[in-house]
């Protein structure tokens, strides 16, 4: 199993910026895809930025031009850069991996426990 923890999070004024980690530990798996989920108090959990094994990127139309998502193979982890933050920024982050279990070929999938980013107006 893979196991992820998110760091980072925290107060910032509006138009501030954060940097969130997840780093991905564990034995024998691959990572396919990382995405970076959010949950805003009362909404559900949308997805805000994913990054390939390959390094593509994609992200929610809403943070287009201000975050960036990457990843450090070498250290499994991966990073959002939130730059020029809103209020409706603020919420938990999570941190969501598509694996490959080496030992079995299975994919699997796997959550972090989140980190909350509050901005203030």
């Known amino acids: 199993q893979v196991q992820l923890v998110e760091s980072g999070g925290g107060l910032v004024q509006a138009g501030g910026s954060l940097r969130l980690s997840c780093a991905a530990s564990?034995?024998?798996?691959?990572?396919?895809?990382m995405n970076w989920y959010r949950q805003a108090p009362g909404m559900q959990r949308e997805l805000v930025a994913t990054?390939?094994?390959?390094?593509?990127?994609n992200y929610a139309d809403s943070v287009k031009g201000r975050f960036a998502i990457s990843a450090d193979s070498a250290k499994n982890t991966m990073y959002l850069q939130m730059n020029s933050l809103k209020p409706e920024d603020t919420g938990v982050y999570y941190c969501?991996?598509?694996?490959?279990?080496?030992?079995?070929?299975?994919?699997?999938?796997?959550w972090g426990q989140g980190t909350q980013v509050t901005v203030r107006s």
């Open positions: 969501n991996a598509y694996f490959m279990l080496l030992e079995t070929m299975k994919y699997r999938g796997s």
């Open positions: 564990g034995s024998h798996f691959s990572i396919n895809t």
């Open positions: 990054i390939t094994s390959g390094g593509t990127t």
